[in-house]
Nanobody, 124 residues
Framework: QVQLVESGGGSVQAGGSLRLSCAAS????????MAWFRQAPGKERKFVAA??????????TDSVTVKGRFTISRDNAKNTVYLRMKSLKTEDTAVYYC???????????????WGQGTQVTVSS
């Protein structure tokens, strides 16, 4: 079992920055690829970014509205994965979830473990 707890969400004005954290406990953290998804009200959960267990490989959504603004990273010594978000836009408003899986996937349905989510609200 892997338990995931997100933090770092909040309210920010457009153009601002946030860093989300996801702390993991349980089985060996470095064995898992970690991902961030987000879900806006009434919308499907969407892939944002993922990182391999070693941290050597990162993957990002193809969305042109996200590319270059979000950075995923991990610290295996702290069992934590991060999502740094800059130049935030109102359309980034969503609940952000971290998820764990042995092998990276962009499909939220493939993930075995989820955090409870953290709200990010970007105002104009």
């Amino acid at each position: 079992q892997v338990q995931l707890v997100e933090s770092g969400g909040g309210s920010v004005q457009a153009g601002g920055s946030l860093r989300l954290s996801c702390a993991a406990s349980g089985r060996t953290f470095s064995s898992f690829a970690m991902a961030w998804f987000r879900q806006a009200p009434g919308k499907e959960r969407k892939f944002v970014a993922a990182i391999s267990g070693s941290g050597r490989s990162t993957y990002y959504t193809d969305s042109v509205t996200v590319k270059g603004r979000f950075t995923i990273s991990r610290d295996n010594a702290k069992n934590t994965v991060y999502l740094r978000m800059k130049s935030l836009k109102t359309e980034d408003t969503a609940v952000y979830y971290c998820a764990a899986r042995i092998i990276y996937s962009r499909d939220y349905r493939a993930y075995d473990y989820w955090g409870q989510g953290t709200q990010v609200t970007v105002s104009s």
